[in-house]
T-cell receptor, first 117, second 113 residues
Framework: GAVVSQHPSRVICKSGTSVKIECRSL??????MFWYRQFPKQSLMLMAT?????????EQGVEKDKFLINHASLTLSTLTVTSAHPEDSSFYIC?????????????FGPGTRLTVL | AQKVTQAQTEISVVEKEDVTLDCVYE???????LFWYKQPPSGELVFLIR??????QNEISGRYSWNFQKSTSSFNFTITASQVVDSAVYFC??????????FGAGTRLTVKP
């Protein structure tokens, strides 16, 4: 099956710093990747849809200037949390959609746990 | 917009009991896909099953079985003879044709020895 990796798996940073999270599709090309956020004991909430070579589409209520998404290649999308604050502490999960042949399935990365002190 | 409801927030059973996790969905599309994922404490989502809207056949995989009923917009998941290792949060999810995935609130299953 298709494999999606995320790096780092865990990050702790000070308030005010920026953190970059990478999402890679290892054995397939993904024209579309998704970024989700999951607060403790809650569901996954879609933050944005990332399309290769174009601007990301953000869900209502998600600040695009705070959560910068770059999908520069068919195998890599990055999420940068700018000027992170404690309320940004969460579990961030990316997924990549296989273009054809998989019935619209998305493959999820293992997640990145962000803790902002 | 699509919507997924998992009314059971938490379920606790004793090992070897059968347990059914409910999932009800809403969509205006005729083409859609339904999923179940398991999320253990590590956080990584484990894919369990995918169903498209044109395939109403129930499925059995070992101790797991799924009941898809379009008439009631439900896609329920049953674990037979539950084990402690089944303890996790289970999410039901839905995608409409080529759109993003929407998750239910999740059901936390605890299986006690």
């Amino acid at each position: 099956g298709a494999v999606v990796s995320q790096h780092p798996s865990r990050v702790i940073c000070k308030s005010g710093t920026s953190v970059k999270i990478e999402c890679r599709s290892l054995d397939f090309q993904a024209t579309t990747m998704f970024w989700y956020r999951q607060f403790p004991k809650q569901s996954l909430m879609l933050m944005a849809t990332s399309n290769e070579g174009s601007k990301a589409t953000y869900e209502q209520g998600v600040e695009k200037d705070k959560f910068l998404i770059n999908h520069a290649s068919l195998t890599l999308s990055t999420l940068t949390v700018t000027s992170a604050h404690p309320e940004d502490s969460s579990f961030y999960i990316c997924s990549a959609r296989v273009p054809t042949g998989y019935n619209n399935e998305q493959f999820f990365g293992p997640g990145t746990r962000l803790t902002v002190l | 917009a699509q919507k997924v409801t998992q009314a059971q927030t938490e379920i606790s059973v004793v090992e070897k009991e059968d347990v059914t996790l409910d999932c009800v969905y809403e969509t205006r599309d005729t083409t859609y896909y339904l999923f179940w994922y398991k999320q253990p404490p590590s956080g990584e989502l484990v894919f369990l099953i995918r169903r498209n809207s044109f395939d109403e056949q129930n499925e059995i995989s070992g101790r797991y079985s799924w009941n898809f009923q379009k008439s009631t917009s439900s896609f329920n998941f049953t674990i037979t003879a539950s084990q402690v290792v089944d303890s996790a949060v289970y999410f039901c999810a839905l995608t409409e044709n080529n759109n993003d995935m929407r998750f239910g609130a999740g059901t936390r299953l605890t299986v006690k020895p």
